[in-house]
């Protein structure tokens, strides 16, 4: 079961993904909408469904949606009334117990957030609870073409080769700008994400009861964990109380240094995680490009926040290279990584023991509650054949 709490505008005249327009809903976004979103697979290819819509529509099936999505709105004031029949289908068996409370990265239109929300609810066996925020901006846009078109003049003349260099550059300038942006409405949603995380402990988690097996966890991606981090140092957003079992902050795009002082605030879960990367192709990026300091899904840097369970660094692990959605990899890549997601989101309690020997298969300790992936076994072997022999 996927259910959306969004703060993005709707239209009422939509029922697929289209409900959840990509603007604020509210002046700062404060104002929230629940969704039931059911989905199945297309019917044919993206290019017949969509033969004969408008660019835009038929970019976005191509690029973002393998499903066809329907969104049926829950009715303000419904929410309570919404949250009981949940429960009383877990109760009854008709639903499972474990869920997953999702916030998404930058870049996401509603169709790609939803669509991995899909991917998680299938891969890891979770209900997801998706807070998605407006984070996309379109960069190929015509209205982005149509006001690069005087800066390209000026820059280029007419000659071909300086229109595609200046092209380049005045791009990589718009996505700069779509990126700060985003930053700022991450910022911003602090507020929703609080009246979101305190309508499901009122309606829901609190009221959950005797449901075997029952488990509410919580992963903030990349940008996100901005939102939660804006929430945290927000005095006057109380937050929920510890309803969630696992708090993950996934590739995280903040800042590594000073992480301590907030997460150390971040009071809302039993035992929280910090997976990292340093090959994360997004957060070099968001260092390099955007000019931001070390990211904390990259590397540490600074103090450490005592109440961290673990620092998890995935680096060594197959298949790290430029990735930012490990939670998305499948067992055939890395068996290990697709497990540990897995336990996290299924509310397990992993790597408080610093003992080696209770550690999960594949993993060491560095040091106090830092972790990190061991190197594959084929690469194991390879470092030892490439070792220097000593002489007969």
């Known amino acids: 079961m ?53 660019m835009k529509e038929f970019a976005r099936s191509i690029l973002f949606s393998e499903h066809e999505w329907r969104l049926a709105p829950v009715v303000n004031g419904g929410e309570a009334e919404y949250f ?23 870049g996401q239109p509603t169709v790609g957030a939803l669509e991995q929300a899909a991917r998680v609810e299938s891969l890891h066996g979770v209900n997801v609870i998706l807070f998605m925020w407006p984070s996309w901006s379109r ?6 073409l149509v006001k690069m078109a005087p800066m390209l003049i000026r820059r280029a003349g007419v000659t071909w080769p300086k229109a595609a260099l200046a092209l380049g550059y005045g791009l990589y300038e718009e996505k700069m700008k779509q990126y700060q942006q985003a930053r700022e409405k991450a910022r911003t949603c602090r507020t929703a994400l609080d009246v979101a995380f305190r309508m499901v402990e009122e309606h829901f988690t609190t009221k959950v009861g005797a449901v075997e097996g029952f488990s509410m966890n919580l992963m903030a991606h990349s940008l996100g964990a901005l939102v939660v981090e804006s929430m945290a140092r927000d005095p006057a957003l109380r937050g929920p109380g ?28 039993q035992r929280l995680y910090v997976i990292q990367n340093r090959y994360d192709a997004a957060l070099q990026a968001s260092r390099t490009l955007a000019g931001n300091p070390r990211r904390l899904g990259a590397r540490l840097k600074g103090e450490l926040a005592e109440n961290v369970t673990a620092y998890i660094d995935l680096s060594p692990g197959r298949g790290s290279v430029a ?54 076994e084929e ?11 000593a002489p007969l």
Do not use: C
């Open 242 to 269: 510890k309803m969630f079992g696992n708090v993950i902050l996934n590739a995280a795009d903040v800042d590594s240094e000073g992480h301590a002082q907030w997460a150390s605030a971040l009071n809302i879960g």
């Open 379 to 389: 690469e194991k072997v390879a470092e030892i054949d490439k070792a220097p022999k």
């Open 139 to 144: 960069v190929l846009s015509l209205t982005v």
């Open 323 to 376: 990735r930012h959605t490990f939670f998305l990899m499948e067992e055939e890549k890395n068996r290990e990584i697709k497990s540990l997601y897995t336990s996290l989101f299924h509310g397990e309690s992993m790597f408080e023991a610093v003992r080696e020997a209770a550690l999960p298969g594949g993993f060491r300790l560095l040091e106090g509650n830092h972790f990190v992936m061991s190197a594959p």
């Open 84 to 106: 009981q029949d949940i429960n009383e289908r877990m109760k009854e068996g008709g639903l499972g117990g474990k869920w997953l409370f999702m916030i998404h990265g930058a």
């Open 2 to 54: 996927i259910i959306v709490i969004s703060n993005k505008r709707i239209d009422q005249e939509k029922e697929d993904d289209r409900f959840f327009a990509e603007e604020m809903n509210g002046q700062i976004g404060e104002r929230i909408n629940v969704a039931t979103a059911e989905y199945m697979p297309r019917r044919g290819k993206a290019a017949d469904r969509w033969a004969g819509a408008r």
